[in-house]
């Protein structure tokens, strides 16, 4: 354990109320250096999280309904944390992504940002939201890769292979685990 079970929601919660507060003053600075203070706490957390339950397989300190119950939460927690971070950092996060016309660079080249201005599909003024990177962030931990926006910076590159590996070791090693012995 990496302390009392109640440091990191009080971390969290103690993170989480500055942001909110910066966020409602249009402090956007700050609330970028929060959030992403916020979401770097969350996403160590979670791979200390990954990695006691790992380490606690050959001992069987869990059941196997329990084993299964933390995996399907990991990784459900693996693809919310991962789109934030993702809407977060790409193109300059989501203030500077709206304060612009259309989105045309990023971290990620969307299929939107490929259509020609002659199709029917084409929208001149298309950004991308949450939901865009939630798409993104589900692939990537279901699939292990991008399956429709090629990533195109180094940083997100890293950060998609965290999320793969948290992911795959969710997936196979502890939900495999878990089956395995139900």
Do not use: C
């Not at 770097?40 to 606690?56: D, N, P, Q, R, Y």
């Amino acid at each position: 354990m990496l302390g009392p079970t109640w440091l990191i929601p009080t971390v969290v919660l103690s993170l989480l109320v500055p942001s909110v507060i910066s966020h409602r003053r249009r402090q956007t600075k700050l609330n970028v250096v929060i959030s992403i203070a916020l979401l770097a706490v969350i996403t160590g957390a979670e791979i200390w999280s990954l990695s006691i339950l790992i380490a606690g397989l050959p001992g069987k300190r869990q059941p196997p309904p329990e084993l299964l119950r933390s995996a399907v939460a990991l990784w459900v927690s693996n693809i919310l944390v991962f789109a934030s971070w993702y809407w977060h950092l790409d193109a300059g996060g989501p203030h500077k992504r709206y304060l612009r016309d259309s989105h045309t660079e990023g971290a990620f080249l969307f299929p939107q940002m490929t259509l020609p201005s002659d199709s029917k599909l084409f929208k001149p003024n298309w950004k991308p939201d949450f939901i865009d990177y939630l798409f993104l962030a589900f692939n990537t931990s279901t699939a292990f890769s991008p399956t429709d926006a090629p990533v195109l910076s180094r940083w997100a590159k890293v950060l998609m292979m965290i999320q793969s590996a948290v992911s795959l070791g969710t997936i196979a090693i502890l939900a495999a685990r878990a089956i395995n012995i139900l």
